[in-house]
């Protein structure tokens, strides 16, 4: 895959997902890099034109093959990441939602190896990174809330 996101010239938008779905949450095993082979969670980054919300249910389609309602955003933050020179090689600002699936069939799409809805007691095994762990855990008391209405929920 040749990598454009590779050293940018600015920042690039990028939306994650933590998907629930009977108190699991959904893991994808990223395809290229950054965090090629790693557990993460789900997403991608926005094209042209496009909305957070309308990209993030698009990722979601092409990494996992599920539909999403896209729920409050969990968290936006900065992943930078350096090169052995310590020159800027990747730069995301990446905006994490809370989705839950509403039809679908969960397969491993375009630009992941795998993807498994894990309970969140065995996260650890998956070694994921400190921020998708914590971007995890707020998902989830997210969900937790009787106020989400997470099984007939609709958007206005």
Request: hydrophobic share 40%.
């Amino acid at each position: 895959m040749n990598d454009s996101r590779q050293y940018p010239a600015r920042p690039i938008v990028g939306v994650g997902a933590v998907i629930v779905q009977d108190g699991r949450v959904l893991l994808v095993k990223r395809r290229y890099e950054p965090l090629a082979g790693r557990w993460s969670l789900p997403g991608g980054t926005l094209e042209i034109g496009e909305t957070l919300e309308a990209g993030l249910a698009r990722e979601m389609q092409e990494e996992t093959g599920l539909d999403v309602r896209v729920g409050p955003v969990i968290e936006v933050f900065d992943r930078i990441m350096l090169d052995e020179e310590k020159r800027v090689q990747y730069h995301f600002v990446l905006v994490d939602y809370l989705c839950w699936p509403t039809r679908g069939t969960l397969a491993a799409g375009s630009d992941v190896e795998d993807a498994i809805f894990v309970d969140p007691g065995d996260l650890a095994r998956y070694e994921l990174t400190e921020k998708a762990q914590a971007v995890i855990d707020r998902g989830l008391q997210l969900a937790a809330n009787p106020n989400m209405n997470t099984n007939r929920a609709v958007r206005s």
